[in-house]
């Protein structure tokens, strides 16, 4: 049976600049990098990244003939103790959000960008 998610993906335009963002402004660790050449770009990497203590990895890639997926709602919520704290952490690292912290019955919740405008909920239990 299946036990959980092993890795998503996250369209990326440039790679290099994709890790860089992922590991120094939100604090990832990089799981593996290596070259994964595709049909049309020999320069292509897998690269994955996690969350330090989780078990789900994020890939930073591009298929070939995806590149529409760059800059959209991604769907992915990241799970944090404390929104409007993470919130003023990530903004010091100059993440851009898109509204500050937004309290409902459900929880707390704000949406941020990756620099390729790739949007992502930052949300509480």
């Given at each position: 049976?299946?036990?959980s998610i092993k890795?998503?993906?996250?369209?990326?335009?440039?790679q290099?600049?994709?890790?860089?963002?992922?590991?120094?402004?939100?604090g990832?660790?990089?799981?593996?990098?290596?070259?994964?050449?595709?049909?049309?770009?020999?320069k292509?990497?897998?690269i994955?990244v996690?969350?330090p203590g989780?078990?789900t990895g994020i890939?930073?890639?591009?298929?070939?003939?995806?590149?529409?997926?760059?800059?959209?709602?991604t769907g992915?919520?990241f799970l944090c103790?404390?929104?409007p704290?993470t919130y003023?952490q990530?903004?010091?690292r100059g993440?851009?959000?898109?509204a500050?912290?937004k309290?409902?019955?459900?929880?707390?919740?704000?949406?941020?960008?990756d620099?390729?405008?790739?949007q992502?909920v930052?949300?509480?239990?």
């Amino acid at each position: 049976m299946i036990k959980s998610i092993k890795f998503t993906s996250i369209s990326v335009r440039n790679q290099d600049a994709a890790l860089d963002f992922y590991t120094k402004k939100l604090g990832f660790i990089v799981l593996t990098d290596q070259p994964f050449p595709s049909q049309s770009n020999d320069k292509q990497r897998w690269i994955e990244v996690g969350i330090p203590g989780a078990q789900t990895g994020i890939v930073l890639f591009n298929p070939d003939g995806h590149e529409s997926r760059i800059g959209s709602f991604t769907g992915l919520s990241f799970l944090c103790d404390d929104v409007p704290q993470t919130y003023e952490q990530l903004k010091s690292r100059g993440v851009e959000f898109v509204a500050p912290p937004k309290i409902e019955s459900w929880g707390t919740s704000a949406i941020f960008k990756d620099l390729d405008g790739n949007q992502f909920v930052l949300s509480s239990r």
